[in-house]
């Protein structure tokens, strides 16, 4: 039996391939950046909102990762919020506090749980 066509499996190879780069680059083209800068004053602005959290502390599955519990509402996906930053002898598993922060989507963390809210501020309630 005999190979009519040295090339044909490589061009489909090749056209997938370049499906997949142009869709991943489609993908990396579309989401927002982490912080982008500001033109009027070079100032650094983020894209994702600031919000105020009050709820309670909670220790994470993994060591050194703290979540937060909101009081009123129902958490995000992934349990709570996981705490990134912020002033660790506030921030104690059980305590009661007011957070300030800004969200952060996509970001990387072993935490593998909660939804990520860099820390501007935390006080005790």
């Given at each position: 039996?005999s190979i009519p066509?040295?090339?044909?499996v490589?061009r489909?190879?090749?056209?997938?391939a370049?499906?997949?780069?142009a869709?991943?680059?489609a993908?990396?083209?579309?989401?927002?950046?982490?912080?982008a800068?500001?033109?009027?004053?070079?100032?650094?602005v983020?894209?994702y909102?600031?919000?105020?959290?009050v709820?309670?502390?909670?220790a994470?599955?993994e060591m050194?990762?703290?979540?937060l519990?909101?009081?009123t509402?129902?958490p995000?996906p992934?349990?709570?919020?996981?705490l990134?930053?912020?002033?660790r002898k506030?921030?104690?598993p059980?305590a009661?506090v007011?957070?300030?922060?800004?969200?952060?989507p996509?970001?990387?963390?072993?935490c593998m749980q909660?939804y990520p809210?860099?820390?501007?501020?935390?006080k005790p309630l």
């Amino acid at each position: 039996m005999s190979i009519p066509c040295g090339g044909c499996v490589k061009r489909p190879v090749a056209l997938i391939a370049a499906t997949l780069m142009a869709a991943a680059g489609a993908i990396f083209a579309v989401a927002p950046a982490a912080q982008a800068a500001s033109p009027a004053a070079g100032v650094v602005v983020s894209p994702y909102p600031t919000i105020t959290v009050v709820g309670t502390v909670t220790a994470g599955v993994e060591m050194g990762c703290l979540l937060l519990t909101p009081f009123t509402s129902y958490p995000p996906p992934g349990g709570g919020y996981l705490l990134i930053g912020g002033d660790r002898k506030v921030l104690v598993p059980g305590a009661r506090v007011q957070v300030t922060g800004v969200l952060k989507p996509g970001a990387i963390s072993f935490c593998m749980q909660g939804y990520p809210l860099e820390v501007i501020s935390a006080k005790p309630l």
